[in-house]
């Protein structure tokens, strides 16, 4: 049995990223592969009912898990060689994930994701937890049946934008240049697609932050993150090997993608990846 993911294509940032969240969160067992012509992503081991209701069940509570809580600002700039050892130091397994994910040790500073591009008045961890919140099916009576209706726009489309919700740079088709606005972009409210948003959250953790190295798969000079897609079907254990060693995508019937990452004033944004 295989779901076709229509919305969630291996070449753009945040549905590839949103494939992948999904693929952690799912249960063990399910697989993931994309469409070599169509670039479209499909995963098996699982009805679509049966993910719906496992997705709805995931978020209950999701927003109160201990790394949405671990600094105080709610977000990863700012921190300190202190607190990112004190972090350290008390986290359990799960979190640490999460610490080694957004965090890593340079000399005597702590250097935050290389997928934080959000600048400005807005905190990366506090959206999380915002976006967290919204997605809890126990927020009221209605909720529940709203959170399966974003989780099925999510998977399987269209992505209508119409949730404003900010998706932390990592959609092209969120970027504004001011040029094509009718007003400035850090005026107007973001336009988004809330679950397919927290799934690409939820894939953060398949991109450590590499002591020495930076965030898996990015690169500073010129600024780029790179990512790789497989025809093959592979469970998140396999995910996870491939994209340490993404010049093996091609020999699992795959593409190479690169993202150029633009400034929009105080904001990153990338962009549509192009095979490379």
């Not at 850090?186 to 690409?200: C, E, H, I, R």
């Amino acid at each position: 049995m295989s779901l076709e993911l229509t919305p969630l294509r291996g070449d753009v940032p945040v549905s590839y990223m949103a494939a992948l969240g999904l693929l952690r969160v799912a249960p063990e067992g399910c697989r993931l592969n994309w469409n070599p012509v169509t670039k479209v992503a499909s995963i098996d081991g699982i009805g679509r009912d049966d993910l719906l209701d496992h997705l709805v069940l995931h978020m209950r509570g999701r927003h109160a898990s201990p790394e949405l809580v671990l600094t105080e600002k709610g977000d990863v700039r700012g921190v300190s060689i202190e607190q990112y050892r004190s972090m350290v130091d008390a986290a359990d397994e799960a979190t640490l994930a999460w610490v080694r994910c957004w965090w890593r040790e340079d000399g005597d500073k702590i250097v935050p994701t290389d997928l934080c591009l959000t600048g400005g008045p807005q905190r990366f961890i506090k959206l999380g937890r915002e976006l967290a919140e919204k997605l809890d099916p126990e927020r009221n009576k209605a909720a529940g049946k709203k959170v399966r209706q974003h989780f099925e726009e999510a998977l399987f489309g269209p992505w209508q934008y119409k949730d404003a919700f900010s998706s932390w740079g990592w959609d092209p088709s969120s970027f504004r240049p001011g040029a094509a606005t009718h007003e400035a972009p850090t005026k107007m409210s973001p336009q988004g697609v809330v679950a397919g948003y927290w799934l690409a959250w939820e894939s953060q953790l398949f991109f450590p932050c590499l002591p020495g190295r930076g965030t898996l798969g990015f690169q500073r000079q010129p600024r780029r993150w790179n990512w790789a897609t497989w025809k093959e079907p592979l469970d998140r254990h396999a995910v996870k090997a491939l994209l340490r060693h993404p010049e093996e995508a091609v020999a699992l019937g795959g593409d190479r993608y690169q993202s150029r990452i633009v400034n929009a004033g105080q904001y990153q944004f990338m962009m549509t990846g192009r095979v490379g």
